[in-house]
C-alpha cells in the first residue's frame, strides 16, 4: 500500500468515526447533548436506545398535599354522624373541608364513592380523588362528580366523599 492510499484510508475512517460521534452527540428524542468536559461514553457503531421513553402528551398528575385539596362530605346511609365521621378523617389528616358535612340527597347507598370534580383540573382531581380512596377507603369507588349532587357541593370542593353503608359502621357508629 503506497503513500497516497493510506491516506484515502486514514481520511475515510476519521470521516466515519466523525459521523458516529456527531451522530450520537445530537439525539433526537428533544434532550441537549451533553457538554463538552462532562463525561461521556466512548463512541460507538451500534445503534443505542434511549433510557426514557417518548414523551407522552401531558404527565400523569401525582396526589396534592392534603392541605392543597378540598372536599365535601356527604352521608348516603341512614348511620347518624357517619358524613361527619369521614369529614373529620380527612381533615385530622390535613385535607380542607369546603363546608360540613350532609347528607346525601339519596340515601341507602350501598358502597362508598368518591367523586371528583370535572373541567380543566379533572385528571389532577381524579388523582387526589383516588389517593383519598385508597388511602382512607381502602379502594372505594372513585367516578366524576355525578350530576345528581353537583347542585349541593360547593364549587371549592375539588373531591366528594359520598359514604355509604361499606364504611358508614366503622367511621359513625
Known sequence: MNLGTARIVVIVALVVVGAVVLANGFPD??????????????PSTSPTTSATPPSSPTPTPTPQPPADVTFMAMNGTSVTGAGAAAQTLLTNHGYV????????????????????????????????????????????DVKKLDTSIEGVVPATAMVVVVVGQDYANTLGG
Do not use: C, E, H
Request: no cysteine; glycine share 10%; hydrophobic share 30%.
Open 97 to 140: 373541608s369546603a363546608q360540613d358535612a350532609v347528607n346525601a340527597p339519596t340515601q341507602g347507598v350501598s358502597t362508598t364513592t368518591i367523586y371528583y370534580r370535572g373541567g380543566p383540573d379533572a385528571a389532577q382531581n381524579k388523582s387526589d380523588a383516588t389517593q383519598i380512596a385508597n388511602k382512607y377507603f381502602q379502594g372505594a
Open 29 to 42: 428524542n428533544g434532550q441537549a447533548a451533553a457538554p463538552l468536559g462532562s463525561p461521556t461514553s466512548s
